[in-house]
């Protein structure tokens, strides 16, 4: 009885520190402990990589919108990194770069984003000393190129991401609501020490501190602790901004998250995360990504204990208190699947499918591993 006790008010525990008290420790460690890095105007050379796999209804304007960008034009260079695209990119590229200079078609066998990145970086980056990436989905602010390396002036600064604002995502997905939770987070954890995790959209690195990872692994949640673990920052500069449409729907939105978290749970179980960090950083990683990504199991272990708990002592008005708030959110997650006019419905029922999306994703990493390749959101696009 005292174990199943225990083992509640842990879960318990953890959800309510990955999602509420965690949040406001950090908070609060930013307003007395900030460290921001000295960012100054600098102008380095820039090789922006844009790996694509059948993007042709979005390469030419994600070309067209980093050729506009407020940059030197003789400091910047773009390579379109294709993973076998094999509709219209390559010759869409090719035709830009027939008129262009600056950019530059890679074509690679099929094998994944990552290896596409690594072969453009290992071939195309020559003189560069800051190596930019974005997705070929998102749209550039003119002048995000040149805040995203204002932190780079620091020399202790290895990583820097921008700030990736999800167009139309009031509706039915709530993706929008919960990236500015996010950015919310990621902005306090990177006044303090680095990022935990970073985005795909909007992201640089200095040259000399890229690093390849295993071809699953993607860049957004292992280049930031693996800077750290070099002794340099990872840290977030929200004056960069990128543009992205939303999944569709919610349940899209699940869909690309349980391919996400797969990812996410080869680096947290293979990717040897927790080496070599400073204590306050470790912390962050531990409740920010470890916790976060096992809600879904708590929640599962929570509400299953609780019911074990109401059967074995009938009379436990606590235990009964906390199984009926465990099923009213449940109902008003429910009541967001329906898309009933319920204030808050909409935002539980995602996030019930965020935390389920997380356990998925475990179960599918535990049975088959990771592939390396990936199929675009067409939702996004």
């Known amino acids: 009885m005292l174990v199943v006790e225990i083992l ?19 908070a609060a460690f930013a307003r007395v402990a900030a460290r921001p890095p000295r960012s100054a105007d600098i102008l380095p050379r820039v090789l922006m990589v844009v790996a694509a796999y059948n993007e042709e209804s979005v390469i030419e304007r994600r070309l067209e919108n980093l050729l506009a960008l407020d940059y030197p034009p003789e400091l910047l260079r773009i390579v379109v ?70 932190p780079l002036a620091d020399p202790q600064v290895a990583y820097v991401c921008g700030q990736l604002r999800i167009l139309d995502a009031d509706g039915v997905n709530k993706e929008g609501a919960y990236w500015r939770y996010e950015l919310w987070l990621r902005g306090n ?41 070099g002794g340099g920052r990872a840290v977030y500069e929200p004056a960069a901004l990128a543009f992205e449409k939303p999944s569709t729907d919610t349940e899209e939105e699940y869909r690309r998250k349980v391919r996400m978290f797969e990812h996410c749970w080869l ?63 449940l109902a008003l997650a429910l009541a967001g699947k329906a898309r009933l006019p319920v204030p808050f419905a909409a935002l539980a029922w995602y996030y019930t499918l965020v935390s389920w999306a997380t356990t998925k994703a475990l179960i599918n990493y535990l049975r088959r591993g990771v592939p390396p390749v990936w199929e675009k959101a067409a939702g996004s696009r």
């Not at 953890?14 to 509420?20: D, E, G, P, V």
């Not at 200095?206 to 699953?216: C, D, F, K, L, M």
């Open 8 to 26: 509640f008010w842990v879960c318990s525990g953890l959800i309510a520190w990955t999602h509420l008290l965690y949040p406001l420790y950090a």
């Open 81 to 150: 990194s294709s993973d076998a695209s094999s509709d219209g990119t390559n010759a869409i590229v090719e035709r830009i770069a027939a008129r262009e200079p600056r950019v530059s078609l890679l074509v690679n066998p099929r094998g994944g984003k990552i290896q596409a990145q690594d072969r453009a970086v290992r071939e195309q980056a020559g003189d560069a000393e800051v190596l930019a990436f974005s997705d070929a989905n998102c749209t550039w602010a003119p002048e995000a190129l040149r805040l995203l390396v204002r």
């Open 189 to 229: 954890e990177s006044a303090v020490h680095s990022v935990t995790g970073g985005n795909g959209s909007i992201y640089a690195v200095r040259r000399g501190a890229y690093v390849e990872v295993h071809p699953s692994m993607g860049h957004d949640l292992s280049f930031p602790y693996r800077m750290v673990q």
């Open 267 to 329: 680096i947290v179980l293979r990717g040897k995360m927790l080496r070599r960090l400073p204590p306050r950083y470790l912390l962050a990683i531990l409740s920010h990504r470890h916790a976060r990504y096992l809600t879904g199991v708590f929640h599962i272990g929570a509400l299953v204990l609780n019911i074990d708990l109401v059967a074995r002592h009938p009379g436990a008005v606590l235990y009964w208190l906390t199984l009926a708030v465990q099923l009213g959110a």
